[in-house]
């Protein structure tokens, strides 16, 4: 357990819809990425933020944002969802910048 | 010049066998590679990382060998188990980017009892 926490496990929804998805990091650490792992396209970063500022930003659609709240806990915001966007999110912590990243569990979300 | 490229994309080993899995990178900006291991519906767990300045890094059964000349690293695992049958990714870090990694596709490792 790598003490990354993200909710929901799984979200399955339809064409159009919007979600939010979930990341509480470790104890302490104060950076936050999100990921995209899908088959097509492996893991790719997509965001990072650092003490509640947006630090890095990746190959994020438009339609996607993030935000991470002053307990550090982060949220990934997707809308007007297509079916392309069917992928496993993880989310990943690290105590400050350019450390270890520990990655959560996942949030898989299928879009119908 | 932000990819890193990782082959094979599957392996198959015999327990007790050595599976090497190897990567390229054309980014000299790079100065920190990781290796993650990740089983079906968990995510990526950190197995060995490495700076540029070593050439080898050696935990238990896991080393890493590093050639900066060649951009290139890769991941030998001695004595390999059934329990290793995973996917495995290398990664690499900008020095100065924040600390978002760059993954290689991954390497699907089978080992056989």
């Known amino acids: 357990d790598s003490g990354v926490t993200q909710t929901p496990k799984h979200l399955i929804t339809a064409t159009g819809q919007r979600v939010t998805l979930r990341c509480s990091p470790r104890?302490?650490?104060?950076?936050v990425y999100w990921y995209q792992q899908s088959l097509d396209q492996g893991l790719q970063f997509l965001i990072q933020?650092?003490?509640?500022?947006?630090?890095a930003k990746g190959n994020i659609l438009e339609r996607f944002s993030a935000q991470q709240f002053p307990d550090l806990h982060s949220e990934l915001n997707l809308s007007s969802l297509e079916l392309g966007d069917s992928a496993l999110y993880f989310c990943?912590?690290?105590?400050?910048?350019?450390?270890?990243?520990?990655f959560g569990p996942g949030t898989r979300l299928l879009v119908l | 010049q932000q990819q890193v490229k990782q082959s094979p994309q599957s392996l198959i080993v015999q327990k007790g066998g050595i599976s090497i899995i190897n990567c390229a990178y054309e980014n000299t900006a790079f100065d920190y590679f990781p290796w993650y291991q990740q089983f079906p519906g968990k995510g990526p767990a950190l197995l060995i990382a490495i700076r540029p300045d070593v050439s080898e890094k050696k935990e238990g059964r896991f080393t890493i060998s590093f050639n900066k000349s060649a951009k290139q690293f890769s991941l030998h695992i001695m004595d390999s188990q059934p329990g290793d049958s995973a996917t495995y990714f290398c990664a690499a870090r900008h020095y100065n980017q924040g600390g978002k990694l760059i993954f290689g596709q991954g390497t699907e490792l089978s080992v056989k009892p």
């Open positions: 933020y650092y003490n509640g500022e947006e630090r």
């Open positions: 104890s302490g650490d104060l950076s």
């Open positions: 990943a912590s690290s105590r400050l910048l350019q450390e270890t990243q520990y």
